[in-house]
């Protein structure tokens, strides 16, 4: 990091915070989520196994290709001022 370069003040906390939210996802999708969360395992058809098995592979090896849209929702910049605008919104100042 050059002299030219502003340092950044982070502040970290160690604290998850639940949100009371719940997706509606099927049958099929909770059996999915619900032995990936239980048992760290994917419970799929052979179809969607190969797929995502054949994906990772994929990215291991730098082979995947797909478009990056939207990717600035997810900028650590735009996270951190909506993480700001949160503490802001729950501790009622401005």
Sequence with gaps: MSEEQVKQEVIVSR???SIPQ?????????????ELRDNKRIM?????KRLL??????HQKGEMNIPSTNIDLYS??????????LFS???GSA
């Design 53 to 58: 098995i054949g994906n990772f592979n994929q």
């Design 89 to 91: 919104n729950l501790t």
């Design 76 to 85: 650590r910049r735009n996270l951190a001022g909506r993480m700001a605008d």
């Design 22 to 34: 719940r997706f509606s996802t099927g049958p099929v999708m909770g059996y999915f989520l619900k």
């Design 44 to 48: 799929a058809n052979r179809g969607l």
């Design 15 to 17: 604290q998850v915070i």
